[in-house]
């Protein structure tokens, strides 16, 4: 991307293929204009167009062969979403931050830890509002050019550099996440942010901030904004991983239309990997914070159920789902993680974890003496974990190969039909304010709601919502899928753990996320390295429940050894 002063200031009026709209057919007219080079900043009134949609018929079309049958997509800009009015309020105000500011903060941000970045405010290097507009610049930088583009923010909070502005520099004796931007995932409850789900039911959602966002708030940090998902939480459809009918296509920085974003939780993982926050918050019901990190380089953490509080984010499943942060390195997904957590009377499965302070910060943690149990299959199939396996045994550790024992896995699926059936009426009435505006309050409404215009709402289908509406499992039936269910995820973990007296499994990615879901264990996945096509890849550690101290103990020991991430090349000026 060649770098010019302002870039984003001038966006796509210039363009490398802009679209513009006959006015009289409404019809997209595709001009192929060429890229002028600028030397000085240009005077653009406020309401200038920052970014006109384009024909991505040669996208879609370039995708229809690829070899993972779904990614091959059939829309990749969004037909909903306006950039222009995600991305206007705060225009004015970052547009006067320079080149030459964002080139002096970027060895001191980019890819740097809280800890790194806390200790340059308080060095007075630059304020948090500083820090703000940065991430800001970047995301117009990249977000705005079509070219360049992850589809990955839905909304920006018009009042975050009025808050930043409002943080005390001296940051001595707050939470370690206090004054730091973070991104949410757009089914977490935000005030002054509609929460859609990436689904046009609920585009004017507007709700109060979600229990998790509100201890976020308390400590000080700043929410930058809403990123995109795979709608309903990757529950809609067979669709393409990170597409939502409000979002559009997110896509991945370190291969944009070439890799996978994982999903659901997909704009969660690609703005932390493109450095466009410090860190982002995700959701998970079976892989959605595991399946994102790992495929897209960075650290996620899928908590012991009831850790983090569900209350204010719209749910799949009240059994299995949670959310979990996603960051650049393990000591920020601690930070976060720590800042998030609660207990909520609201959340029944909400549990009180008095926790020492910074009970997340191993710095002088090592392998030595851990014993970890590895899945044979993987260590015969797979190169990359084979070869981290045998260094991690090499720092010290101890390795158990084994072949798991086979477990039923019956009735998984009701368990989100039955779950979202109830659930999803429930957090309507608790948290919808406006509804009048969303008119839908139940699965079937919103799948009546769908039908009426399937190209716009539905391009991919909605099978998942018809298999909710037609399960006929009964109360009774779906206590006993839950109980069996969780004895045999708990069983498959435990009878090695408990035989050979592991600290951790280790798997690949999301391999074994629907047993860790089900048994309700705490998951960490942690770059591990890259295919030789360049697609990022992840070892997950997973644990007992409650484990997660332990785990960020064993994550940041492997983090050392390894220094596995590296910055999407595309996305690194």
Not at 260 to 288: C, I, L, Q
Not at 380 to 391: F, N
Not at 400 to 421: A, R, T, W, Y
Not at 556 to 568: D, W
Request: glycine residues 6%; aromatic residues 8%.
């Amino acid at each position: 991307m060649k770098r010019i002063h302002n870039v984003f200031l001038i966006a796509l009026v210039i363009g490398v293929a802009s679209c513009k709209f006959n006015s009289t057919t409404k019809e997209p007219n595709v001009e192929v204009e060429k890229e002028e080079e600028i030397d000085e900043p240009i005077e653009v009134e406020e309401e200038t167009v920052l970014w006109t949609p384009y024909n991505d018929s040669l996208e879609v079309a370039a995708n229809a062969d690829h070899e993972k049958e779904r990614m091959r997509y059939k829309f990749i800009q969004s037909k909903v979403l306006d950039k222009n009015v995600v991305f206007q309020p705060l225009y004015g105000q970052v547009s006067k931050f320079s080149e030459d500011k964002y080139q002096m903060m970027r060895p001191l941000v980019l890819e740097q830890d809280i800890p790194t970045i806390q200790s340059h405010v308080k060095e007075s290097k630059f304020t948090y509002e500083d820090l703000v507009l940065f991430y800001l610049y970047r995301i117009y930088k990249y977000e705005l050019p079509n070219e360049s583009t992850l589809n990955t923010i839905i909304a920006l909070n018009p009042e975050v550099l009025e808050e930043a502005r409002k943080l005390d520099s001296n940051s001595d004796g707050k939470h370690p996440v206090y004054g730091m931007p973070i991104l949410l995932k757009d089914n977490i409850g935000t005030q002054n942010m509609k929460t859609t789900a990436g689904a046009v039911a609920f585009l004017d959602n507007q709700t109060d901030d979600a229990f998790i966002v509100e201890r976020l708030k308390e400590k000080g940090a700043l929410i930058l904004g809403k990123v995109n998902l795979s709608e309903w939480a990757n529950f809609l459809c067979d669709c393409p991983n990170g597409q939502s009918a409000v979002g559009g296509q997110t896509l991945n920085p370190y291969g944009r239309r070439v890799f996978d974003t994982g999903g659901s939780s997909a704009g969660s993982g690609t703005s932390t990997a493109a450095n466009y926050a410090v860190a982002a918050v995700g959701t998970e019901t079976s892989g959605s914070i595991l399946s994102p990190s790992s495929q897209n380089s960075v650290v996620g953490m899928k908590p012991t159920i009831g850790l983090l509080s569900r209350t204010g984010i719209v749910p799949i499943s009240s059994t299995l789902d949670t959310p979990g942060p996603m960051t650049k390195s393990v000591i920020d997904n601690g930070i976060l993680m720590d800042a998030m957590r609660g207990f909520d009377i609201k959340d029944e499965e909400s549990v009180q974890a008095d926790w020492e302070e910074r009970w997340y910060a191993h710095e002088n943690s090592n392998l030595k003496g851990k014993r970890f149990g590895v899945f044979k299959a993987l260590m015969e199939s797979d190169s990359i974990y084979k070869a981290t396996v045998e260094k991690i045994q090499e720092a010290g550790a101890t390795i158990v190969e084994f072949e798991p024992m086979e477990v039923e896995f019956d009735g998984f699926l009701s368990i989100l039909n039955i779950d979202m059936k109830n659930d999803l009426p429930k957090y309507i009435e608790a948290s919808v304010i406006n509804k009048d505006a969303v008119k839908v309050t139940s699965v079937r409404d919103v799948a009546d709601f769908n039908s009426k215009d399937s190209v716009v709402r539905i391009p991919y289908g909605q099978v998942r919502f018809d298999g909710i509406l037609a399960d006929s499992t009964t109360a009774e039936e779906l206590l006993e899928i839950k109980r069996s269910l969780k004895l045999n995820g708990r069983t498959f973990f435990n009878t090695v753990l408990n035989e050979n007296r592991l600290d951790a499994i280790l798997s690949i990615n999301n391999y074994h996320a629907g047993y860790a879901a089900v048994a309700e264990y705490p998951a960490l996945t942690i770059p591990m390295g890259y295919r030789e096509t360049g697609e990022p890849v992840s070892l997950t550690f997973i644990a007992k429940q409650f484990q997660e101290g332990k785990l960020y103990e064993i994550g940041a020991a492997f983090e050392r050894l390894t220094k596995a991430r590296k910055i999407p090349v595309n996305y690194r000026d």
